[in-house]
């Protein structure tokens, strides 16, 4: 058994593809023990994404560490294990549309029955309330919906989505929240609860300061490219060999900076004393500082900007990153071995817990693998496991 | 007291600006009492973003539930009451760079003497360990440095930020989980730990395919703007008053939509038959979605293409985000009246729980709103409180 902090909870995990599979890995890789039920057919990004040795390292990086369990939920002998599965658990995680949980057959009052103290936890598009809750969903129409396009891209060209699924991974970071502060609730008063998560809440959540100024003061923020809306100069810059990304967010960084780069003469007079006269002649700072970056190469400034305390990066290619010696000192990439398909590489842990961390215990599970051993604990024998396995309700 | 999930826990919060602040407000929403520990300047973002009767209302979208103590941590006295705040705490979320907490005197050794089940949160850019861990940091330079830019963007032009500070956000929510799972384990064993949260880790967990195919393959994905990267037609499409983002994510979908839209017979033809003849062929593709949706409204396309069950939604900015009929009916949008300052809006709840829900106890404090209860329940007498003000220590 894991010695996460989530060790001795048991997790019937019904998600499939990205939101719900993400926030059950997080409970799994803090310690929880997550079977994941899955359709004969399996989760659909087992074929999706970067395959090797016939095995997506797609659906590796988000189902680590969990066990599973293949059953034909459409037959009555499938639901009768499913629920004889969620008898024996902590919790339940599922991102179906709204109405199919009940629709299975699973309602609120049939759950309770079955485990009094089951905490329920629901990710979906839209939430379990509200006009738009039966329209299909996906974490483009979130980035849309949510205002989160219109906050990023340039000025003159349309709201732009962010190149990664970010609704869905918001909204499982919130699943795994609710359901790891729910369950230290659980601990002291012995009662489950409900947990209803929505992507477009979710993201709708990081609206911060664009949020703030438009419910403050009734004007929408621009968005502005690399740009920042109200700091000049701010952004990214070209050195020989690549980008630099540069944020000096306040009048001391910016003094720092001009004096890192040699630029306090060329930066001085009343064009350039405060950062409002500086965000008017932004195009003229930046061109300044740009042909200064482009004399030498990316490390060259990023050496010299962070010994005198600017903010400062290259901006990096996933082959960089993955090669970045801060990323490789921290873990964040980590190997484990699959029988049969060998080492895959994923993402590491982002959760650094001294006493109880997160660990790789098992890599992302074959379809179906742990449906046995799961069966037999539950009580069912031999005989019984190959008469489902013929019937092809396992 | 607060009824919710983490109702009796004590915070001690000694963080500035974005993503620790969002990580402490996490937990007093989900019914912590967190005490934000301030310098006699008071949290920089006070002065920040949009303001109305003299109060950020940026800060208060981030420090709502809290409660205020002034503290001048640069004195011997305030670092004693500190101290004895610590001793009455279950949690201790900082984000100062990793080695000013052990400058300030509360070294791990110290924090265990104060309080030996004392959870400590740490949120950083880089991280407690690795070769850059004492570089300033910023949210932007993690967009840089963890390949998230790299994919979001247009292939013709840089690499390209969110416009919201999601490395900070997201940083912020692993914080949360972490503790809130690590006061679960506190609960069962009676341990607190160490967390060490950074910007970087965390938002590089969000890489999903990105990661996944480049480890796979050792081919790094391009970022596609709006257009999806292995599917067509996806993307924002330009209805006569405004535009509309369609994620038809696989053939089944595609067909409702070409359906939906009368364009059964204009997309037929082995140019459009398959998702690789339509990946090749997607200017024309678009070109014949765009003019067909240019024909009629938003609304008009919305209703009908939910209906027939493609993903689909508007392209909101944060105006129309605030009064989209969804979002009021999920209480996405809150108003607390806050003492002198009138009404205050911001962003709701995502994390909708059934049985201890997140609630709007108070109002975003004013600096230092809680100093004198605060110290008082730690047993300082009126005449020593006085004392203290008078030295300017609180």
New interface residues.
Partial sequence: MSQ??????RVVDLTRV?AGPFSTM?LAD??AEVIKVETPAGDQIRG?????NGF???F???NRNKRSVKLNMRTDEGMAILKDLIRTADVLVENFRPTVLDTMGLTEEVLKALKPDLIVCSIS?????????D???????????????????YPD??????????SD???G??G???V??????R??TG????????L???I??????????????GT?ME????D?PVVAP?G?FRAKDG?V?I?P?NDQ?YGRLVDALGLREALSGPDFATNAARMKNRPRVNAIIDAKIGEDTRDHWIDRL?AA??????????????E????L??E??CEVEHPGRGPI????F???????PCEMRNPAPELGADTTPVLEALGYDAERIAALRDGGVI
Avoid at 48 to 52: A, E, H, S
Avoid at 324 to 327: G, V
Wanted: glycine letters at 12%; hydrophobic letters at 45%; proline letters at 6%.
């Fill in positions: 996460g902090p989530l060790a001795g909870v990205l997080l803090l310690g999706q994404g970067g395959m090797r997506s390292w797609y590796a990086g988000f598009g839209y939430g379990q309330t509200g006009p738009y809750k329209r299909p969903s996906f974490d483009f129409i979130a980035q849309a919906m949510s205002g989160f396009m219109s906050s990023t891209g060209r349309e709201p732009l989505r962010a190149g990664l699924p970010i991974l918001i909204a970071l919130y795994a929240l609710a790891s502060a729910s369950l230290r609730r601990e002291v009662e489950g609860e409900r947990i209803d998560v929505a477009v809440d979710s709708l959540s990081f609206a911060s300061y664009f949020a703030a100024n438009y419910l403050a003061t929408a968005r502005t490219g690399n920042h701010y990214v980008d990304a944020a967010s960084i962070n305390g600017v903010p400062c990066g290259r901006v990096l290619t996933y082959p960089e990153v993955f970045d010696p801060q990323i000192a921290r964040m990439v590489r994923m993402v590491g982002p959760m650094k817990l001294s006493e109880a």
